[in-house]
């Protein structure tokens, strides 16, 4: 079985290059302990019934990796965050749209304060390319939604296989992780979540380590099984056997 929890995965591979020490800044890291799991939890804990199930070898990972989820409402980045174990979440980044989130200043301070985020290009554009590989290397975990958008049935859509190569390119392994009851709590087109403090729930998967040969499309669709198993596993545990969402829209 292959080491998550060697010390030299810790360390990062590369020492971050100027433009991107920021990401592994100990101090900013501090600030968003207290933008995720104290402000952050609190608002989420006012909306939501929030659970996190976490297995024991993503606690032991070390190092920079991709987790990998579906996508249900705007609030899945900070609650994934928040939901994963800080030793493990200190220096996770997001990639965000640069055209909307970093074109004004309050929302860039914002994605960057509460989720280390970094820019990502739309529409053509190829000025931000290379970031998120360049990330990896520096040693900075990275979150990516390989759906391309947020659900809008609850009906999971096929996965983008992005993520997988860039988990395949650079050698790091991919956390999977499924949120049960987001679509339910906060659909599109909603600006906060349902009356009653519906319930959510985020489960991590073990790592995923691609194997010898595998091609990214291959291993998205592999992915892609493992956060529906996920998903279909904790269904009734989070929203109750009456619960909608995938496993009875599947």
Known sequence: MISLSARSRGQGWEKPPPELAKFRSRWRANVRFV????IFRAVVNSAVTPSATVPRRVR???GPFVLVANHTSHVDGPLLAMS??????????????????????????FVRGMMNAFPIDRGGSRKHSGTSRRLLRSGVPILVFPEGGRQKTGVMAEFKPGAAALAIGVGVPVVPAAIIGGHEAMPKGRSWPKPGRPPVGVVFGEPMISYEGESAVDYSARIQQRVKELYDEYHDEILGPGGSGEKESA
Do not use: C, I
């Open 35 to 38: 933008l995720q799991r104290v």
């Open 60 to 62: 032991s990972v070390r």
């Open 84 to 109: 994963m174990p800080w030793t493990q979440a200190r220096y996770l980044s997001t990639g965000v749209a640069a055209d909307y989130w970093f074109d004004h200043w309050p929302r860039r301070v």
